[in-house]
């Protein structure tokens, strides 16, 4: 019998990648042989070590790179959900504005919450000029397709746009856009099925959708266009990434 292959979801921050572990992914293995790989530590490295996670795994999930899991010389499906790069800033922006104790919010005497509500674009501007949020939240999905971890001080080139858009053109690379999250999850479960990934579908969690469930302090259209021009700036190579997978999914469509 063929061994199948294991699934490693290469989760983009602020993309329902939780929301898709939760109604597509978990309910497939036993929890012995999933490994959800989140934390800092992890995220800042691009591979694993072998002795980590479960002795046989059968699903990884993180913010982790594409290729994390090669120290296992297992045959690997990678999977994620790539999300309009202002969109996902913007549900960062509210993560931060809700958690109190956010450490974005640490280094600011005033009441950031109340800021982010009167002054939308002045509380982004705030949080996003800082070195450490900036580079973190700068190009994060082409970081992690591209294999590089997505902490640290470097940050990617152009190069690294290029060796993302060659993995969304391979058969083994699963991606799909949060704002069509219903047809990606039924696509997964499909595609799981027919390779034998995990238990043939069951029961999920069906309510798990794509929009988080805190409040959204800021809204897209409460920013200013020197704000959204800013954002757009800091994840060029995001756009460019995003624009191709967009126009990839359309193309199946068709196809389909």
């Given at each position: ?30 929890q ?6 989140y934390?800092v ?6 591979t694993l ?11 990884i ?11 296992l ?16 800033v ?13 450490g974005?919010?640490r ?12 002054d939308p ?16 939240q700068?190009?994060?999905m082409v970081?992690l ?38 047809e990606f999850?039924?696509?997964l ?7 034998g990934?995990?238990?043939r ?8 959708d794509?929009?988080?469930?805190f ?32 126009l ?9």
């Open positions: 019998m063929t061994r199948s292959p294991l699934l490693v979801h290469c989760h983009m921050p602020k993309t329902a990648g939780s929301a898709l572990n939760r109604r597509v992914f978990l309910p497939r293995f036993d012995s042989r999933v490994w959800l790989a934390g530590k992890i995220e800042r490295r691009r070590e072998v002795e980590e996670g479960p002795a046989r795994p059968a699903f999930a993180g913010h982790i790179p594409f290729g994390f899991a090669d120290p010389e297992r045959e690997v499906v990678h999977v994620s959900i790539l999300r309009d790069p202002v969109d996902r913007v549900s960062f922006l509210n993560y931060v504005a809700v958690a109190d104790r956010h974005a919010r280094k600011f005497e005033e009441d950031m919450q109340a800021l982010a509500l009167k674009s002045r509380f982004a501007e705030m949080i996003l000029s800082q070195d450490h949020v900036r580079i973190r700068s190009n994060t970081r397709a591209s294999g590089m971890p997505r902490l640290g001080k470097r940050k990617p080139g152009y190069w690294r746009l290029g060796v993302a858009m060659k993995r969304l053109h391979q058969p083994d690379y699963l991606v799909g856009l949060q704002d069509r999250f219903d999850a039924a696509f479960a499909d595609y799981c099925d027919e390779r990934i995990g238990r579908a069951r029961a999920t969690a069906t309510d798990d794509a929009d988080k469930r409040d959204k302090v800021i809204r897209l259209g409460d920013l200013s266009a020197k704000t959204l021009e800013m954002i757009r700036g800091m994840n060029s190579l995001d756009m460019r990434f995003f624009e191709t997978a967009d990839l999914w359309d193309r199946r469509e068709i196809a389909a």
